[in-house]
């Protein structure tokens, strides 16, 4: 599995043993989605230390991840993704306008990622 650009210190898997989250040398975590180990997704970087990430555990039930890095910080990270969504959602201000959608995509039917607004 190909994801870290340096060395890899750690590493932890979710109680359901369907994700694994990695520990870089290149100041990242890494998530893998294992459901199908002999080919998993690709990662998604969990990036924001400044330096390499030397721990990672997840809670009991998965939903939250710590890091540890040498940049003397730890950081914890929502395993939630339509949790995540509903935050950026509502701090994702102002909203995307039916004119600013279509000069970025022209072409394709309104469909803000957030859900319509007035």
């Known amino acids: 599995m ?7 210190n750690g590493l932890a898997f979710s109680p359901d043993g369907r994700t694994l989250v990695t520990a870089g040398f290149d100041g990242t975590a890494r998530v893998w989605d294992i ?3 002999r080919s998993p997704g690709p990662p ?4 924001g230390h400044t330096d390499r990430v030397n721990s990672v555990a997840l809670g009991p039930g998965g939903a939250t991840l710590v890091t540890g890095s040498s940049d003397s910080t730890a950081r914890l990270w929502d395993m939630d993704p339509e949790r995540v969504a509903r935050r950026l959602c509502a701090l ?3 909203r995307i306008t ?18 319509d607004h007035a």
């Not at 190909?2 to 890899?8: E, F, I, M």
């Not at 394709?108 to 990622?113: S, T, Y």
Request: glycine share 8%; with cysteine.
């Open 2 to 8: 190909a994801g870290h650009s340096n060395s890899v």
């Open 35 to 37: 459901t199908r180990p």
């Open 44 to 47: 998604v970087p969990l990036v």
């Open 92 to 94: 994702a201000t102002p």
């Open 98 to 115: 039916a004119a600013e959608w279509q000069r970025h995509f022209p072409g394709l039917a309104f469909e803000p990622p957030c859900g």
